[in-house]
């Protein structure tokens, strides 16, 4: 079965850095697109930033700056660096793949907590 495993989530003072990863393990045709997004209690997934194939990247204006969505195609692997992180950033931060054209697959989710 195809999965997404994250990692590098945790706690972080603000104006720290954190490094998000995940990996994608199973069977793949092919990767159209990765990216991240992130939940907070009481509201709505959103979108933090996404990457082609192509490396065409998108980000949402809260973290246009600050944060960097880098991907290998190789590896399988995508990469969010977070920068300047402030406490409004404070999220479960979900991975996301569309593979095949039409599949999207979704990470269980890490917890980032950043204090002030």
């Known amino acids: 079965q195809v999965r997404l495993v994250e990692s590098g989530g945790g706690l972080v003072q603000a104006g720290g850095s954190l490094r998000l990863s995940c990996a994608v393990s199973g069977s793949i045709f092919r990767i159209n697109a990765m990216g991240w997004y992130r939940q907070v209690p009481g509201k709505e997934r959103e979108l933090v930033a996404d990457?082609?194939?192509?490396?065409?990247?998108n980000y949402a204006d809260s973290v246009k700056g600050r944060f960097t969505i880098s991907g290998d195609n190789a590896k399988k692997t995508v990469y969010l660096q977070m920068n300047s992180l402030k406490p409004e950033d404070t999220a479960v931060y979900y991975c996301?793949?569309?593979?095949?054209?039409?599949?999207?697959?979704w990470g269980q989710g890490t917890q980032v907590t950043i204090s002030s």
């Open positions: 990457i082609t194939r192509d490396g065409v990247t």
């Open positions: 996301w793949m569309k593979s095949n054209g039409f599949l999207s697959s």
